[in-house]
């Protein structure tokens, strides 16, 4: 289903690298990054995405504004459009993608690869086929097996 995919952005980040790192899971910026779609500047029209994924992440009135302009992003207006996760000084950029690796980490890579899935493929229906979707997932009661499971049993002896 896939692992999680973490961008790490500095400098400029404009239109064939902004369409690729909107693929990613999630997005750490540098305040030095700059976004932009320059597309409509040549004449072409974007082939990787960014007409479908940009107003899924800041609506289509604000989508068509970026791409339309051309305009800058500064990192700190990026990250309040909700186009980055998170913003950090440049020489922080490496160590925050690293530490969010490791948050990531710590849990459980098939419920995390699962999570991804429903979270895409939910993207792409309504509400009610998504809910169905999770349901399908979850089966009735939880009983997490492997390494879930202990951390389980190691919780509930510490009560």
Excluded: W
Aim: with cysteine; net charge positive; proline share 6%.
């Amino acid at each position: 289903m896939g692992k999680p995919v973490i961008a790490a952005v500095h400098g400029y980040c404009f239109t064939g690298s902004f369409e690729l790192v909107m693929c990613a899971d999630i997005i750490i910026a540098a305040e030095s990054a700059v976004f932009a779609d320059t597309h409509a500047r040549f004449g072409i029209i974007p082939g990787g995405g960014q007409t479908q994924r940009l107003p899924r992440i800041v609506g289509p009135k604000k989508a068509k504004e970026i791409l339309f302009t051309c305009e800058q992003i500064p990192a700190k207006e990026a990250e309040r459009l909700g186009l980055v996760n998170k913003v950090v000084p440049d020489d922080k950029l490496e160590e925050a993608a690293l530490e969010m690796a490791g948050k990531i980490l710590k849990n459980i890579p098939e419920a995390i690869s699962t999570m991804k899935y429903l979270i895409n493929q939910g993207m792409k229906t309504d509400l009610e086929h998504g809910l169905n979707l999770e349901d399908q997932y979850h089966k009735g009661p939880i009983v997490p097996k492997g390494e879930g499971r202990t951390r389980i049993e190691a919780l509930l002896k510490r009560k």
